[in-house]
């Protein structure tokens, strides 16, 4: 506070802010890199989470690290190839966890933009990875939201213990009362109280 630091470095972050915003039409990375930082159009925070461990995925495969460095010391046109077989082998990881359908989708879509011998940019391979996730994000939430509306059964827009309760014992038989009690706390905290949960805090539990 005595050298005015913290005041100095927030100037220089909002200049920094100011200048990503300005200029992310003129190129692909400053967009991207806006997006992951969540200046604008910014990404679910389980998206970037994904992408991060997308980038260990491909340091790992590789042995060279991959991540916001990459970008810092090169110029800003300058493009990054990544052969095509360490970029299926990284995107498959990232997959791995979903259903095959999902992992054979985001290869299939792969192929379609790499080139056979260049690879693909390491900036269009992210955003190839980030629009895979976020296509099954998004037909997740679809799902869930489907799930939770057929649960309401008075309409009312929230879910009591009975409604939650009933719900998953429907799609998880296995599940255990204090299983489901533990989940409906989460929820509860999630909502900001009360005795009934809403919308988003069943999808973050789900």
């Given amino acids: 506070r005595r050298y005015g630091l913290k005041r100095?470095?927030?100037q220089q972050m909002r200049i920094f802010s100011n200048s990503l915003i300005s200029h992310r039409q003129e190129n692909y990375k400053v967009q991207l890199f806006g997006r992951i930082c969540g200046l604008y159009d910014p990404l679910?925070?389980?998206i970037v989470t994904d992408l991060l461990s997308f980038l260990?995925?491909?340091?790992?495969?590789?042995?060279?690290?991959?991540?916001?460095?990459?970008?810092?010391?090169c110029e800003i046109d300058e493009p990054i190839w990544i052969p095509l077989k360490l970029a299926e082998q990284a995107v498959t990881r990232s997959?791995?966890?979903?259903?095959?359908?999902?992992?054979?989708?985001?290869?299939?879509?792969?192929y379609s933009m790499a080139d056979e011998k260049a690879g693909i940019e390491l900036t269009r391979l992210m955003e190839h990875v980030i629009n895979e996730h976020l296509f099954h994000h998004k037909r997740s939430l679809?799902?869930?939201?489907?799930?939770?509306?057929?649960?309401?059964?008075?309409?009312?827009?929230v879910l009591t213990f009975d409604e939650f309760s009933e719900l998953v014992?429907?799609?998880?038989?296995?599940a255990t009362s204090s299983m489901v009690s533990s989940?409906?706390?989460?929820?509860?905290?999630?909502?900001?109280?009360g005795d009934s949960i809403k919308d988003f805090a069943f999808a973050r539990v789900a």
């Fill in 56 to 73: 260990g995925h491909l340091s790992e495969l590789s042995g060279v690290v991959f991540g916001s460095n990459s970008w810092a010391t």
């Fill in 142 to 157: 679809a799902y869930l939201e489907a799930m939770f509306n057929a649960a309401d059964m008075n309409n009312d827009g």
């Fill in 183 to 193: 989940m409906f706390i989460a929820a509860i905290e999630c909502s900001g109280g």
């Fill in 44 to 46: 679910p925070q389980t």
């Fill in 95 to 110: 997959f791995e966890t979903l259903s095959d359908e999902i992992g054979k989708m985001a290869l299939h879509h792969l």
């Fill in 8 to 10: 100095k470095a927030d």
């Fill in 169 to 174: 014992n429907r799609v998880f038989p296995q």
